[in-house]
C-alpha cells in the first residue's frame, strides 16, 4: 500500500486537503459501502427476520425503501388473491397484525442472493417457514419470496418484496 500510495501524485490544482482523504478512501476499500455483497443481503434479511420475531415494526419500516412495494399472492378456492401494498400501507398492515398474531418461529431456508453487475441492487430468493399464533390458535405456513434491494445513499434498502403462500 506505501508502494501504490508513493506512485501516486496530486492532480495540479488539487487541494491536499481535498485529494489526502479520497486517496486514504480509495486504498483502504472505502468503495465497499458503495456495493452490494452476498453479507450484506444475508445480514438484513436476519435484521428483518429478528425484527418480525420481535414484533418490531419501526425497525422492519427503518429497512424498507421510501418507494417500498409489496405485493403477497394468497392462494384462494377460485383464483389467488393479491394485496398490493406501499410502503406506509405495509407498515400499517404490519402493525394491526403484530396485535392479534404473535410469530413464533421464522426459518428461511433455499436462500439465493443474485447480486447485479453494478453491485448497486440484489436479489434474494427463499422459502420463509413460519409458525405463529393467530387469535391463540397455533398457524403454520410456508411462502416464497423475492425481495429486491437496493443501496440508497450508502445504505442497503428493501425496495419490493414479492411473498407467494405455498
Known amino acids: 500500500m506505501k508502494q501504490d500510495a508513493a506512485r501516486i501524485r496530486r ?3 488539487l487541494p491536499a486537503a481535498v485529494f489526502l482523504p ?3 478512501c480509495l486504498l483502504s476499500g472505502c468503495d465497499a459501502e458503495r456495493r452490494i455483497t452476498e453479507q450484506r443481503v444475508l445480514e438484513t434479511l436476519e435484521t428483518l427476520r429478528e425484527a418480525t420475531l420481535q414484533q418490531n ?5 427503518d429497512l424498507l425503501s421510501p418507494e417500498f412495494t409489496a405485493r403477497v ?7 389467488p388473491e393479491v394485496m398490493v ?24 431456508t433455499k ?14 430468493t427463499y422459502t ?7 387469535n391463540n390458535r397455533l398457524e403454520e405456513r410456508s411462502t416464497q419470496n423475492t425481495v429486491i434491494l437496493e443501496l440508497e445513499s450508502g445504505r442497503l434498502r428493501i ?3 414479492h411473498q407467494v403462500d405455498l
Do not use: C, W
Open 11 to 13: 492532480p495540479a490544482g
Open 22 to 24: 479520497v486517496l486514504l
Open 57 to 61: 415494526s419501526d425497525t422492519v419500516a
Open 73 to 79: 399472492v394468497v392462494p384462494s378456492r377460485n383464483r
Open 85 to 108: 401494498m406501499g410502503r406506509g400501507d405495509y407498515v400499517r398492515h404490519l402493525r394491526l397484525t403484530f396485535r392479534t398474531s404473535r410469530p413464533l418461529s421464522l426459518d428461511r
Open 111 to 124: 436462500t439465493t442472493v443474485e447480486i447485479a453487475g453494478d453491485g448497486k441492487s440484489a436479489r434474494a
Open 128 to 134: 420463509l417457514n413460519q409458525t405463529d399464533t393467530v
Open 159 to 161: 425496495k419490493s418484496v
